[in-house]
């Protein structure tokens, strides 16, 4: 038919229907906008549609460029495969449902993000799914809180904020005897600091709003696993719809080709600065892996290549003197997130960790005088200085 003849309204949307992007190569990842896709004939589709064969067919199951960040993220934890979300909470709340049924049970570290404190305790519950929280490091009570329907174990490698470390070799052990998964959020110790699935972990979950974006300008989450894994997760994410937008798989592509860079200056400038801090006369305390006095030093030296860029401090006073530091601090930006080029200071327990009572704060050293830093890009001598001169406002 001549195209020429069709009328204005036609020309329109058939003009605007797209371009032939198979001689078009570029250094970088193209943003595919795109909600669905052409294909050849309804078999293809429902093919594709059934996972059968691979293509794309609509947005909320896969898109191009979600796909080239789910094999970067796939190569970066050394997984088979891996699935991407709208939030690092999706990918969560997603996993967990996914392996659950009413009556199982999970044993979950009781140190690690308060979001999914929550989801655990106020969503699972819903669905008569018990969490039973244990410190991480009490590996009697880990192996008394497993029972028969037993279903997941859960943690952090590095809790926040005190920066207690779990024994992943323990806790793979436990999984193994018992018949369950192993969970890790990785969020605080991406690679190179750690890659959980190299110590027998199952799945690994990323908030990748933090470090692997980098630049407090995008929300999103991952899991990285053995292909069985993700396929038994894939039907939940494509049902639950929490699929991550393509402009967002991009920006975090871009963010990711830096990470490497970034951690190793983190690690180096929170090192220098738990030092300085713990010879700080007007610090009480500091919460580093990372310093030879800390109680988990080695298993840290053992299973982390560097101690991560977080970091913690206790000052000599309460609530309005840890209010008063921060309000002093000049180059340090003051807010609840982490893993930014920016240093970023907070006070947990005001923030991450209000939701427990002072008695449970207490309990596990988050007094009110603690202070949180994610150690930024900044050049390490001003972070001292700015910290130096907040704490003499004290
Ligand atoms: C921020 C965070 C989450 C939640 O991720 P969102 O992207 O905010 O949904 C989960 N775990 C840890 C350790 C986090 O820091």
């Not at 920066?163 to 605080?188: E, M, P, R, Y």
Request: proline share 5%; glycine share 8%; aromatic share 8%.
């Amino acid at each position: 038919m001549n195209k020429k003849k069709q009328h204005l309204l036609t020309q329109i949307v058939k003009t605007a229907e797209g371009i032939d992007l198979s001689e078009i190569r570029t250094p970088g990842v193209p943003i595919f906008q795109t909600s669905n896709y052409l294909y050849e004939d309804v078999e293809k589709g429902t093919d594709i549609l059934l996972s059968k064969t691979p293509g794309h067919i609509y947005a909320r199951y896969s898109n191009p460029t979600t796909d080239a960040l789910i094999s970067l993220v796939a190569a970066l934890e050394n997984a088979e495969d891996a699935l991407v979300f709208a939030s690092g909470m999706a990918a969560i709340s997603s996993t967990t449902l996914a392996y659950c049924r009413p009556g199982d049970h999970i044993v979950s570290s009781a140190y690690i993000y308060g979001g999914t404190y929550t989801f655990f305790q106020n969503q699972l519950s819903r669905f008569n799914i018990d969490v039973t929280f244990v410190d991480p490091r009490d590996h009697d009570a880990i192996q008394k809180a497993v029972k028969a329907n037993t279903r997941l174990l859960y943690t952090e490698p590095l809790a926040n904020p005190t920066l207690i470390v779990s024994d992943l070799g323990f806790w793979k052990t436990q999984a193994q005897q018992h018949g369950c998964k192993l969970i890790i959020d990785n969020t605080f110790t991406p690679p190179p600091i750690l890659r959980p699935l190299d110590f027998g972990a199952d799945v690994v979950i990323h908030s990748a709003t933090k470090y692997l974006g980098g630049h407090s300008d995008l929300l999103g989450g991952i899991v990285c696993a053995a292909g069985a894994e993700i396929e038994t997760i894939r039907p939940v994410m494509k049902t639950f719809g929490p699929a991550m937008a393509p402009i967002i798989a991009w920006l975090l592509i871009r963010g990711i080709r830096t990470l490497g860079v970034r951690i190793e200056r983190q690690n180096q400038s929170a090192m220098s600065l738990a030092q300085h801090l713990a010879a700080h006369p007007k610090v009480k305390k500091v919460f580093y892996a990372g310093l030879p006095g800390n109680q988990q030093y080695q298993l840290a030296e053992k299973q982390f290549n560097g101690y991560s860029g977080m970091l913690a401090f206790e000052i000599d006073g309460g609530r309005e003197q840890a209010m008063t530091v921060m309000q002093h601090l000049e180059t340090i930006l003051f807010t609840v997130s982490l893993g930014d080029v920016s240093s970023l200071i907070s006070h947990p327990a005001s923030t991450s960790h209000v939701y427990l009572s002072p008695e449970e704060r207490q309990a596990i050293g988050i007094t009110d005088g603690v202070l949180r830093l994610s150690v930024g890009l900044e050049h390490v001598d001003d972070l001292k200085a700015d910290l130096d001169n907040a704490l003499a406002a004290i």
